[in-house]
């Protein structure tokens, strides 16, 4: 069981298991999706979810201090790094 997940910048769609972080996918895809700390740090890889949410892990305090931090207030931006998929048989779709 697989949730698929399209990169819309970069015109991807991968099937992913729940577990998998988007960094995760990104690096297996070739996608180009930038990256910075890999880590929550730095907002570098801010996306914004099109549709999905419901698939994927709640917001981390790392999160909510980053995007505070970058005045970012649109509650469809999220830090892929640390996004993980958490539900099968769905949809994402995200851009960055």
């Known amino acids: 069981m697989t949730t698929r997940v399209e990169i819309v910048n970069d015109f991807l769609a991968i099937n992913v298991k729940p577990?998998?972080?988007i960094q995760d996918i990104?690096?297996?895809s070739g996608?180009?999706?930038p990256f910075g700390c890999r880590?929550?740090?730095c907002g570098t890889c801010i996306v914004t979810i099109e549709s999905g949410m419901e698939f994927l892990s709640d917001v981390t305090e790392k999160e909510?201090?980053?995007m505070k931090t970058l005045n970012e207030s649109?509650?469809?931006a999220r830090l892929s790094c640390q996004?993980?998929?958490v539900?099968?048989?769905g949809l994402i779709r995200l851009k960055y």
């Open 26 to 28: 990104v690096e297996a």
């Open 83 to 85: 996004m993980k998929i």
């Open 74 to 76: 649109n509650p469809k």
């Open 64 to 66: 909510k201090v980053v």
């Open 31 to 33: 996608s180009a999706l």
């Open 39 to 41: 880590d929550g740090e």
């Open 19 to 21: 577990g998998k972080t």
């Open 87 to 89: 539900q099968p048989n």
